[in-house]
């Protein structure tokens, strides 16, 4: 079963960082993009960042640039989301994602459509 478990939010003042994991298991990862989206009190899911199945591409959506990174180790079949500067309006659950096959080699989005499984999340609180 394919399972993807999120860890590392938690409350965090505002300029501060946090490091968020995803861990991936039940099946093989390196052949998927992997997103971070986020979803606040009241407000729809959004994407917040996309890796390739290489690691060789990101993506991120605009209010995020400069200050947030994802990256991947395969290996260890985990994904990271390194949150820096960081703000109250990044205040939410973040979950992290990836598709069922057939995917398209080299590629990723942040649109929720294209993702299938999906962690349980972890909150991230960004408050003084």
Not at 77 to 97: E, F
């Amino acid at each position: 079963q394919v399972q993807l478990v999120e860890s590392g939010g938690e409350l965090v003042q505002p300029g501060g960082s946090l490091r968020l994991s995803c861990a991936i298991s039940g099946f093989d990862m390196r052949y998927y993009p992997v997103a971070w989206f986020r979803q606040a009190p009241g407000k729809e899911r959004e994407g917040v960042s996309c890796i390739t199945s290489s690691g060789g591409s990101t993506f991120y959506r605009d209010s995020v640039k400069g200050r947030f990174t994802i990256s991947r180790d395969n290996a260890k079949k985990m994904v990271y989301l390194q949150m820096n500067s960081l703000k109250p309006d990044d205040t939410a659950i973040y979950y992290c994602a990836t598709p069922r096959p057939p995917v398209r080699v080299g590629t990723c989005g942040i649109l929720t459509t294209e993702y299938d499984y999906w962690g349980q999340g972890t909150q991230v609180t960004v408050s003084s």
